[in-house]
């Protein structure tokens, strides 16, 4: 099945604590992004790749780090989490051919205190 | 970067057609509009894309007019299972191949027995 996969799909932590969220798509997908997503903001594109080692920012990159070493992966790093990054996070993928048509990931809903 | 707007919220009765219009003033040459539905806790799916003139499937149809700086999505004769966020998306090139991909804020349809 064609699929976008996230882990955790929940996750709460501590301000600093370094945290992984991973994203892995088997579409063999060129692209990939990853959203934030809170209440009266709608979705907003943290980093983007658009294939191995090709990784560029979004609108709200600040305190995210993303590496993309294979083509189907493509890992979410917060190295020192702060409250302001409690959100629901969301991983997409979209072939060269159709670069619109993303397919998103479950969601991961992430709380730092 | 192409910003969108949409109405925030709309409210329909089961049965009638729905259409909701997207603004998108500095859209580019290059650029198509893509429309995506999301229920709660649920990742984005999506409906329809286009370029201009008119585009239909078997879920919706995308009006653009000749300018492009305005989209409507069209949903005909709505269920309560339509009731769902609805973003319209334009994708933006920033340069050296890459591409930055933006969300409106959406709008909240209610559909309404």
């Known amino acids: 099945e064609a699929q976008v996969t996230q882990n955790p799909r929940y996750l709460i932590t501590v301000t600093g604590k370094k945290l992984t969220v991973t994203c892995s798509q088997n579409?063999?997908?060129?692209?990939m992004s990853w959203y934030r997503q809170d209440p009266g903001l709608g979705l907003r594109q943290i980093y983007y790749s658009m294939n191995v080692e090709v990784t560029d920012k979004g609108d709200v990159p600040e305190g995210y780090k993303v590496s993309r070493k294979e083509k189907r992966n493509f890992p979410l790093i917060l190295e020192s989490p702060s409250p302001n990054q409690t959100s629901l996070y969301f991983c997409a993928s979209s072939s060269r051919a159709q670069t619109y048509e993303q397919y998103f990931g479950p969601g991961t809903r992430l709380t730092v205190t | 970067l192409a910003k969108t707007t949409q109405p925030i919220s709309m409210d329909s009765y089961e049965g009638q057609e729905v259409n909701i219009t997207c603004s998108h003033n500095?859209?580019?040459?290059?650029?198509?509009i893509t429309w995506y539905q999301q229920f709660p806790s649920q990742g984005p799916r999506f409906i329809i894309q286009?370029?201009?003139t008119k585009v239909t499937n078997e879920v919706a149809s995308l009006f653009i007019p000749a300018d492009r700086k305005s989209s409507t999505l069209s949903l005909p004769r709505v269920s309560l299972s339509d009731t769902a966020v609805y973003y319209c998306?334009?994708?933006?090139?920033?340069?050296?191949?890459?591409?930055?991909?933006?969300f409106g804020k959406g709008t909240k349809l209610s559909v309404i027995p």
């Open positions: 998306l334009v994708g933006a090139y920033s340069g050296a191949g890459s591409y930055q991909l933006t």
């Open positions: 579409m063999n997908h060129e692209y």
């Open positions: 286009g370029y201009k």
């Open positions: 500095n859209i580019a040459t290059n650029d198509y």
